[in-house]
């Protein structure tokens, strides 16, 4: 009895000592995040890469832990996986550990969703997300979540970041392969972890262990304006270099090379053999150009027009485009499906085109670094006319030719001349010259009351932003959105649209002040970019869609009986990557004010930041003056 008694004394100190221990690391885990409700105490991914029948095979193992550190965690509760036909899912489980009695009760999530995932940009895609909701999400229960993938395509292993939305307490990547599969890793802003990084290799019974081990890792912070995440936070890539097997098709990737002859393999071969229709179709358009440049124009130009581009990613049709004849016949077609009718028909008029597969603006990566198909995500045609590559990307129906997506803007595009050859060369920047927003505006004062005729031009990139131009329906809003300010009051009418060209006319209210017989006048009507400040304490770079010229010019006629005392002085700051300047003319009766405002970078620096928030300070104060009229009185006859 009394060892029964003495038992039941140690099981109660023990459910006590060990709900006392959890209960110590809430809070001190609390503690050192006092501005999170969760964090992750633990996730991890395990890849195996095994060799089986002369293949390789490869899945993963995903695990996490999340710790809810305060009342109203339960915006943390919600949860998916996203998985495709390259990764699908298996032995998916998930789970709440709510505290109880010194122990945890374990409630099973009970019903997991499967859909389809929408994406606004691909109008059919294989990925699938399975969503839940953890039950009972509350301060100091524990959310877990597991699940195996199996990595069909070995090609493609993923990417795997240290941190989450979540601090993280531990995180780990671990690769476990069979020694004849040799590997290599993309290692991508790790000296942000510091010493808090451990990376180890060894063999153990015919398999070779990789592991990352990192602890403390703060949570990804999300600012406007950011780059992408793969610019910012620490992760690795990890790539199969070689087989020390005979393999039919070994899914080894050890250089730039390798990567382009197994995209090459997977191009159809019929790029170069046209059929009679696309053969009449190029010759028809091309038949009274009499430059290498107007057919080129032609071309680009009907493919933009007569075929929708329509993205499909499904499995190995993300990756292999339909035939040029194909795409002709359907007139629609994913970038791939687009660009190879492009190179054809170019190929057919007798200029020389190639495909070019190319990473958007939101992968940071370069095929040096990492030559897998991780490193792109689009596909153009690339044009040579003499020494000059033209890339040619007509998913976009308002480029002209010469002009590339502003998206790609910067990137390395992988060029295939052939089976064999390749070629590597930079997309150009796009000149702030070209991408202009300019507008001219003369007022004539009828009171207090100020109407204004203004012609306004946009050019390059600069008219893809304002499409709401083309189909107007709220005049006030539009007039708000293009000048930065709410009294303006008009309609906006197309006079060029081809060209980029607007007439609006507009008025505003109240717009001269009187005092006395003196009248003020403030002749800065396009306020655009007034207090675009970047916060002081922003962590990240900022980006840019693309380089840019702001320009105004503002014609007051002074109106009879006035003479001008006095105008606002002229301003100028100016800086290699941006700058603006305001001058002010008198001249036969008309006052002048001409600004302008140029950005010729697509990052922005932390420092400078500081000096561009010093400018738009500067910028809004000038917005603020006025010239300053005063009344002429008729001189009193003695």
Known sequence: ?????FASILCVCGLRLQAQTELLELLQVRAQHPHHKAVYLSKQRVIRLQLVDGAVLASAHNESCVL???PFSDVHSNASVVFSKFNPLTNLQACTLVPHEGGYDTL??????TKNLVNQEVFY???????FIFPVVESGSRTVLKYEETLTEPRFLGLYYFGAELPVESSVFKIIADTAIHLAFGQFHLDQLGQKLEAT????????????SAREVPAHQNEPQSPALGYRAAHLIPYITSVSSELANPPSLPNVAALHQWYASLLPRTITSQTSPLRRLTDSLTATAKTSQKKAERIFKWVQTYVQYIAFEDG???LIPRSPDTTLYRRYGDCKDMSLLLVAMLNQSGLQAFPAWVGTRKLPYQYAQIPTPIADNHMVAALKLGRETIFLDATDSRLPLGMPSAMIQGKEALISLSAKQFELEQVPVVDAQVNLFADSTEIQLAGDTAHLQTLLHLGGYAIGEWPALLTAQDSAKLLSRLFNRRDLSGTVQANDLKNGSFEINSEILDYSKSIGGELYVNLQLNRRHNYHLFAPDRQSEVVFPYQFVDRSVTVLRVPQGWEVISIPPDLKMADEKFGFSIEYEQQLGQIIMRRQLYLKTLRMSKEQQNIWNLMIESLSSSYRKSLLLRRIYPKLKN
Do not use: A
């Not at 009895?1 to 008694?5: Q, S």
């Not at 099973?108 to 969703?113: A, E, G, R, T, Y």
């Not at 895609?125 to 969503?131: A, C, F, G, P």
């Open 1 to 5: 009895m009394l060892k029964l008694i």
């Open 68 to 70: 809810h550190l305060r």
């Open 108 to 113: 099973p999530v009970k019903k997991i969703v």
């Open 125 to 131: 895609d294989d990925y699938q997300e399975k969503s």
């Open 201 to 212: 290799t060894h063999e153990e019974k015919g398999v070779r262990v990789y592991q990352w």
């Open 316 to 318: 190995y049709g993300g």
